[in-house]
């Protein structure tokens, strides 16, 4: 029997693998290892880095087969954003672009509100646009009528490896949202890359953890690993877990008769 | 060691005992046209030094410090402390965790480029001051674009541009104007020039630059006054307010820096961190650099040293500094020794100046009317040596790090 093929859409994108390398820490190593072992199809870049035709240029690390995610880090409201965005469809020659905005030199915390106004602007301009934000609903729900694509809801302050610790915020987007969730920022290990995939979530974004991780090919066979078993478990549907009570053997309800 | 008899000997001459018997204008009185802030900032540095009492702190207090995943003030006054010595093994392993945790393996590099050495300033220990007899040197514009086109050929994308301290001499227009020269070849433009107003760091925003640095020296307002004896850096709180005026001009990121060996540098490395940590907390969008320079030789007084700051107690500010604001930029300059410089890379700092040359017109071998340099460099190496130096030592080296919108 022929199981039909788990993919996932970004704009008119299909994509197979959900597991996305975030931007941050570069080496030509890491790249390597994410695309050839955490099997990554999209490869985030922050434009601020790329030196095109100069010395250490990650745009030169980058294989061709990837598609090229440049994201607007740098950028301090939707203004800049959005000729971060221009800029970087020049040079990238991608339509995709990771919205990241911050007025926060210290947590590098997401504006949502400038990402919403950016998210609106570019997509307008046919621009595949992934808003990484706060995990609001509300402003999860403008980013929807602005015509994001998905949504990036951080999992924790950004390269914190702490984990999901807006957990419950994540998986009410997951419930309530339409589009693809791609949890970025803060997973730190493959447990809650798998736990955040068991939640629902369509992909997640991952660089610190294998950035600076010992082995940094093994772990990053170790994240392709926990995605796809998280994958499973979700698609499996979890068996029943019960977090406050016991199961009581005689129940409630048995003294009803008619 | 008191803050009082805390005295650098290797500075002074007979020449400038002299000079420092003179009568002196009041070094916390503002020059005209110096723009005056309303802030709060200054009183505030000036009350957590005063009281920081280093000498109260014991190996428990630093241990909890490391504990803590965010370090408060007090953390950071532990860290600096002499009872954090015996614990630089551990401070230098958490202070790499957290460089890496912000950094990862990359490592900003850059050049400074001196494009004149006139200042007005009478500061002892500096070999630009106004009273050393070196020779002097200002680029043309044409000049400025050859010294920037030869360095831009090296692979660099950021640079740094500095002047004496010379507001005639040196305009705000004429740094203007090697701005937007700069522009033309370079992605990030940081200046290292004498304070300005918020209006004038506005404009020279507007001409490319987006980084402003300024050195306190000290913040033993005493202290500073015996050893800047004239021009406008003797004037204590502009000096201090020039990186809050900067954000209000609109620069994206400001520096600071402590010259370690001036005065008591436990306190000056203390007052540095708090300096930038409450301008960051009042405007959050800036970004914050440091710098953590020890005093050298400087022509015509070879005998400079940075006295009691050794190699270790260099490391332990560095590494204050990361575990007290991980986020921030530490630069680690070509004073330092490449062994030093290598190894401060790989714990705590992050970004690291090659091919420099602290003179005027260096970088094209046939310029003429070259100007002498500021203090003698320690780690001469390349641009290209110190890339591949960083590669070997498993780091990043980044040209860019930063578009501009």
Not at chain 1, 96 to 124: C, G, H, Q, W
Not at chain 1, 156 to 170: H, Y
Not at chain 2, 143 to 171: F, N, V, Y
Request: proline fraction near 4%; aromatic fraction near 8%.
């Amino acid at each position: 029997m022929e199981t039909k093929k788990d993919t996932w859409k970004l704009g008119n994108h299909e994509f197979q693998s959900r597991f996305i390398l975030g931007s941050g820490k570069y080496s030509l190593e890491l790249i390597q290892a994410a695309v050839e072992l955490a099997k990554a199809e999209i490869v985030t870049m922050a434009l601020r880095r790329a030196n095109e035709g100069g010395l250490a240029n990650i745009l030169d690390y980058i294989p061709k087969n990837v598609t090229l995610l440049p994201n607007t880090s740098g950028a301090r409201n939707a203004e800049e954003a959005v000729r971060i965005a221009r800029l970087s469809r020049e040079i990238c020659q991608s339509e995709f672009v990771k919205i990241e905005i911050m007025r926060d030199s210290k947590y590098l915390l997401p504006d949502n509100y400038e990402t919403a106004k950016a998210t609106e602007i570019l997509a307008k301009e046919g621009f595949v646009v992934m808003p990484y934000m706060y995990p609001d609903l509300n402003a999860a729900r403008d980013m929807v009528s602005a015509g994001a694509a998905c949504i990036m809801p951080l999992g924790a302050p950004i390269g914190s490896n702490k984990g999901l610790c807006t957990k419950e915020f994540i998986q009410i987007l997951i419930d309530e949202i339409e589009l693809p969730i791609i949890v970025d920022a803060g997973i730190g290990r493959p447990s809650q890359a798998c736990e955040a995939m068991e939640m629902g979530a369509t992909a997640i974004m991952a660089n610190t953890a294998i950035a600076t991780a010992g082995d940094v090919p093994l772990m990053a066979e170790a994240f392709k690993n926990a995605v796809e078993a998280g994958r499973s478990a979700y698609l499996s549907g979890l068996g029943r877990v019960k977090e406050k009570g016991g199961s009581a053997s005689s129940p409630l309800t048995g003294y009803l008769e008619d | 060691m008191s803050a009082e008899n805390h005295i650098n000997e290797s500075i002074l001459s007979d020449e400038i005992k002299e000079h420092q018997k003179k009568n002196r204008i009041d070094h916390m009185k503002y020059m005209p046209d110096m723009e005056v802030l309303e802030s709060d900032i200054l009183d505030k540095v000036l009350n957590y030094v005063e009281n920081y009492n280093y000498e109260t702190y014991t190996e428990a207090d630093v241990k909890r410090a490391l504990s803590h995943e965010r370090k408060t003030p007090e953390d950071f006054a532990a860290l600096l402390s002499p009872a954090a010595l015996p614990l630089l093994e551990e401070i230098a392993q958490c202070a790499k965790v957290e460089k890496e945790r912000y950094f990862g393996n990359s490592v900003a590099m850059f050049t400074p480029l001196y494009i004149a050495n006139y200042c007005e300033n009478y500061c002892i220990y500096c070999g630009f001051n106004c009273h050393n007899k070196i020779k002097r040197a200002q680029l043309n514009a044409q000049e400025i674009e050859q010294e920037m086109a030869a360095i831009a050929k090296s692979g660099l994308q950021e640079i740094l541009i500095l002047t004496g301290e010379s507001r005639s001499k040196s305009t705000v227009e004429y740094i203007g104007e090697a701005c937007k020269i700069a522009r033309k070849y370079f992605r990030v433009i940081g200046l290292e020039i004498y304070p300005v107003n918020a209006d004038e760091y506005a404009y020279l925003h507007k001409c490319g630059a987006d980084y402003v640095t300024v050195f306190q020296e000290t913040y033993n307002s005493d202290k500073y006054e015996t050893l800047h004896l004239a021009g406008h850096k003797r004037i204590f709180p502009y000096r201090f307010y020039a990186q809050e005026r900067a954000l209000k001009g609109g620069m994206r990121g400001v520096g600071f820096g402590a010259l370690l060996g001036l005065d008591d540098f436990r306190k000056d490395a203390f007052a540095t961190g708090i300096h930038g940590w409450l301008l960051q907390k009042k405007y959050p969008h800036g970004e914050i650099a440091f710098s953590c320079p020890r005093l050298r030789p400087i022509i015509n007084n070879d005998k400079i040293n940075p006295m009691d700051v050794h190699e270790k107690q260099l490391l332990q500010v560095v590494c204050a500094y990361r575990l007290f604001m991980p986020f921030a930029s530490i630069t680690v300059s070509t004073r330092e020794c490449e062994r030093v410089r290598d190894n401060l890379m790989k714990i705590a700092a992050n970004k690291i100046s090659a091919g420099v040359s602290t003179g005027i017109g260096e970088h094209v071998e046939e310029m003429e009317d070259k100007g002498d340099e500021q203090f003698e460099i320690s780690d001469t190496r390349s641009v290209e040596q110190v890339y591949e130096d960083l590669e070997k030592l498993n780091l990043q080296p980044v040209m860019a790090d930063y578009v501009y919108v």
